[in-house]
């Protein structure tokens, strides 16, 4: 059985990851951390510093600004710790980087298995497409209540490619003020806000008479949810490093 502490516990996505819990036999939430109260069966804290409850991870879906906070209490109480919060700032990242030194530490820019499973994809075979011609752009559509673009997802998605064809590309976030034809180096990003979309995102080859697209499209937040229960069960005794959902797929 793997004890978890919920960071975001009473937030949407906490909610999700709390639901996916009770019907886990191998998993339980001992303890909660929000700012909100909620109806839940385990005690829950304002602030995770106050959190005395013994775990064997923690799991945080919550705001940017909140992470420094688990990530202190992660390597203060060597306790391994999931970030699926995204757009970190950049000395949150380091902040993280230099606590996976101490204390096992997994980040993620999207915790599905499908985006992870086209992304490994990706890296692995981009470079055939792109040495054939082929130009590359990545569109994703997000609900309209999403504040950040390109999503995480997108430039995850974008680095994968990158890789692939050994970092020769550079990324283009706005064409709006530029009247010139595409570049053979670009790769494309253009992030389209509306209505309740969970989170589509395409990675287009566009060749000569040819376009090869890989797609994939996220009908509920469970499937995040689904993917951090499993990072949880995966970190659970972890040596002290940096881990992310590559490594979760590797023993899937």
């Known amino acids: 059985m793997i004890k978890i502490i919920m960071h975001g516990c009473n937030g949407k996505m906490g909610k999700v990851v709390c639901d996916i819990v009770k019907n886990d036999s191998e998993a339980e939430i001992v303890a909660g951390v929000d700012m ?28 940017a600004s909140a992470v420094p906070a688990v990530i202190e209490y992660a390597e203060e109480k060597n306790i391994p710790a999931v970030i699926c919060t995204t757009g970190l700032s950049p000395e949150t990242e380091e902040m993280l980087n230099k606590a996976s030194e101490k204390v096992a530490m997994f980040k993620s820019a999207n915790m599905s298995v499908g985006i992870n499973l086209i992304a490994a994809i990706l890296k692995k075979y981009s470079n055939v497409l792109y040495d054939a011609g082929f130009d590359v752009e990545i569109v994703e559509r997000h609900h309209n209540q999403k504040i950040d673009a390109p999503s995480g997802t997108a430039i995850l998605l974008g680095d994968a490619v990158n890789e692939g064809v050994g970092n020769k590309l550079e990324y283009v976030y706005d064409r709006s003020q530029v009247r010139q034809k595409r570049d053979r180096r670009e ?3 253009s992030a389209v806000r509306g209505g309740t979309i969970v989170g589509d995102h395409e990675v287009i080859f566009a060749g000569k008479d040819e376009v090869i697209e890989f797609t ?15 990072a949880a069960k995966f970190m659970k005794g972890r040596k002290a490093g940096k881990y992310d959902m590559q490594d979760v797929m590797s023993e899937i």
Do not use: M, Q, R, W
């Open 36 to 63: 909100t109260s909620g109806n839940t069966d385990f005690p829950v804290f304002t602030n995770i510093k106050d959190c005395d409850i013994e775990a064997d991870v923690i799991i945080d879906f919550s705001t």
């Open 187 to 189: 790769l494309g990003f």
């Open 216 to 230: 994939h499209s996220a009908y509920s937040k469970e499937v995040f949810a689904v993917g951090a229960v499993k």
